[in-house]
């Protein structure tokens, strides 16, 4: 499969997603139901994440299509502008349903969360719409009204890079960022993930489930800090089987993680005081992720050694 593939098989979950886990979010507060406000927010979550290798995939996507000398480079520039813009919102769309799957009653988060994820899905219909127009002459418009404004915020693609690498000490700064993001992250998950598994016994889980926040945190920093890094320099990532294992690591860590909380294995552990062991589930996915991140960290290392590994279509 090729990342031209890849991108035709990803880019439509972020667009259909957002609008799914919206319509959940919406009417959770017709029926005054929790149970559909906590699939909306764990929808809306996992559609961020998707959102990336959805986003990451497209430069391949790019490479394949420019050679179409029918093409217009122009349109492509545009749907990538407002890919940029989309991926933007959506990331902060996940991050508040992260903020508001962890503090549920807090009924400003929830207007927060539905009027960033109104925005995001009009921005994600747009990303499809200039998508489509690419090759579909048939259905292909002029912007105008609010399209037209919105296409105002949305960055230049060569533009945005030349501004992540106005420098290289700014590019030094995002790299230090990305690894304070990282050793907070590493460092709240992975002591949780330790004492699940049986060392440190002499810890209670809760108090030390009370730091997941600043391992949200530490992943909203890496999150952010990294897409910069590949927007600077997208085919240096793009054609990296180091980067794509990597993303893959990150996704199956998401996959564990709603494994964890969403079925009764985290209700098993959440009040586990000093002595007590963890359920042997609960030590399957302590392990695993442990395992995922220290994959993620070492991944990480060798992308600059796989540079150039994937032929680009």
């Known amino acids: 499969m090729s990342l031209a593939h890849l991108h035709l098989l990803l880019n439509h979950f972020p667009i259909i997603g957002?609008?799914?886990?919206?319509?959940?979010?919406?009417?959770?507060?017709?029926?005054?139901?929790?149970?559909?406000?906590?699939?909306?927010?764990?929808?809306?979550?996992?559609?961020?994440?998707?959102?990336?290798?959805?986003?990451?995939?497209?430069?391949?996507?790019?490479?394949?299509?420019?050679?179409?000398?029918?093409?217009?480079?122009?349109?492509?520039?545009?749907?990538?502008?407002?890919?940029?813009?989309?991926?933007?919102?959506?990331?902060?769309?996940?991050?508040?349903?992260?903020?508001?799957?962890?503090?549920?009653?807090?009924?400003?988060?929830?207007?927060?969360?539905l009027i960033v994820a109104s925005v995001t899905a009009g921005m994600m219909a747009r990303v499809g719409n200039t998508g489509g127009d690419i090759r579909h002459t048939e259905i292909r418009t002029q912007d105008s009204g609010i399209s037209a404004v919105i296409h105002h915020f949305e960055p230049a693609p060569g533009k945005l890079r030349d501004?992540?690498?106005?420098?290289?000490?700014?590019?030094?700064?995002?790299?230090?960022?990305?690894?304070?993001?990282?050793?907070?992250?590493?460092?709240?998950?992975?002591?949780?993930?330790?004492?699940?598994?049986?060392?440190a016994k002499a810890f209670p889980i809760a108090p030390l489930h009370r730091l997941m926040p600043w391992a949200l945190a530490g992943f909203g920093v890496n999150t952010l800090t990294g897409v910069l890094a590949f927007i600077g320099m997208p085919n240096y990532y793009t054609f990296d089987i180091a980067f794509w294992l990597k993303i893959?690591?990150?996704?199956?860590?998401?996959?564990?993680?709603?494994?964890?909380?969403?079925?009764?294995?985290?209700r098993s552990v959440e009040q586990l005081g000093p002595g007590e062991d963890a359920t042997p589930r609960a030590k399957f996915f302590a392990a695993t992720s442990l395992v995922l991140w220290f994959a993620v960290i070492a991944l990480g290392r060798y992308i600059q050694s796989y540079s150039g590994t994937i032929e680009p279509q």
């Open 18 to 113: 957002t609008a799914v886990g919206l319509g959940l979010f919406v009417a959770s507060f017709a029926t005054k139901s929790d149970e559909l406000k906590e699939a909306g927010l764990v929808v809306l979550a996992a559609v961020a994440l998707l959102a990336l290798p959805a986003f990451f995939s497209g430069i391949g996507a790019q490479g394949a299509i420019s050679k179409d000398p029918t093409v217009s480079s122009a349109l492509i520039e545009r749907h990538e502008g407002a890919a940029t813009l989309a991926l933007l919102f959506m990331e902060i769309t996940g991050a508040l349903a992260l903020a508001g799957l962890w503090q549920r009653r807090r009924a400003s988060t929830s207007m927060a969360i």
């Open 248 to 266: 893959l690591a990150i996704l199956l860590l998401g996959l564990n993680a709603a494994a964890f909380y969403l079925t009764d294995t985290f």
């Open 163 to 199: 501004l992540i690498l106005i420098n290289k000490w700014w590019w030094a700064f995002m790299m230090d960022l990305h690894f304070i993001g990282l050793a907070l992250l590493i460092g709240t998950v992975g002591i949780l993930n330790i004492r699940m598994l049986g060392f």
